[in-house]
Antibody
């Protein structure tokens, strides 16, 4: 059973960079055929996919955030990270990391972290 | 981007009721449609993948159907633990997109 756990600062100042880490246990970020994703949810609102990283390190981002987002692996620690630059209050949200699994029924997010709240405020 | 539209946005129902939630995609996604449940303060969890495949551990009262652009999630007999928000999500293309959610509340 794979487990994911987000970590990082809960408060970020406007215009600064939001940095989060996702620690994976029971699976590998650098082996297998999975995508490792970041998804966020503003309070009381729906889910927004931020981007993903394949086990090879290849990344794909949501075009709406592409100019500000970087997702990268740390294979030595079995982690992957999210960096979001030039944040504003609109980036305040619960941030989730999640694995996308692909089987005969197609791709789906089968494992999620518990989520971490990041507030952008001075 | 593929837009996902759910209806209704919220509903009130009683324990034992049959509940149906619909999801429409802005273009065909074949059967690349997943349903997830989110309880307050918790992460989402997948219920159904590929429009109709029930995930392991999910009660059989949940079922999904549809293809192309129109999909349905049905709860055959609502239980107390089913009061939550439900999201559809397309896995046909990037970016992955979600419906706005349907909140199922106690009547």
């Amino acid at each position: 059973q794979v487990r994911l756990q987000e970590s990082g600062p809960g408060l970020v100042k406007p215009s600064q960079t939001l940095s989060l880490m996702c620690t994976v246990s029971g699976g590998s970020v650098s082996f297998g055929h999975h995508y490792w994703n970041w998804i966020r949810q503003p309070a009381g609102k729906g889910l927004e996919w931020i981007g993903r990283m394949y086990t090879s390190g290849f990344t794909t981002y949501n075009p709406s955030l592409k100019t500000r987002v970087t997702i990268s692996p740390d294979a030595s620690k079995n982690q992957f990270s999210l960096e979001l630059t030039s944040v504003t209050a609109a980036d305040t949200a619960v941030y989730y990391c999640a694995r996308e699994w692909d089987d005969s029924s197609g791709p789906y997010f089968d494992s999620w972290g518990q989520g971490t709240l990041v507030t952008v405020s001075s | 981007d593929i837009q996902m539209t759910q209806s209704p946005s919220s509903l009130s129902a009683s324990v034992g009721d049959r509940v149906t939630i619909t999801c429409r995609a802005s273009q065909t996604i074949i059967t690349s449609l997943n349903w997830c449940q989110q309880r307050p303060g918790k992460a989402p969890r997948v219920l159904i993948s590929g429009a109709s495949k029930l995930q392991s551990g999910v009660p059989s009262r949940f079922s999904g159907s549809g293809s192309g652009t129109d999909f349905t999630l049905t709860i055959s007999s609502l239980q107390p633990e089913d009061f939550a928000t439900y999201y559809c999500q397309q896995s046909y293309s990037i970016p992955r997109t979600f419906g706005q959610g349907t909140k199922v509340e106690i009547k």
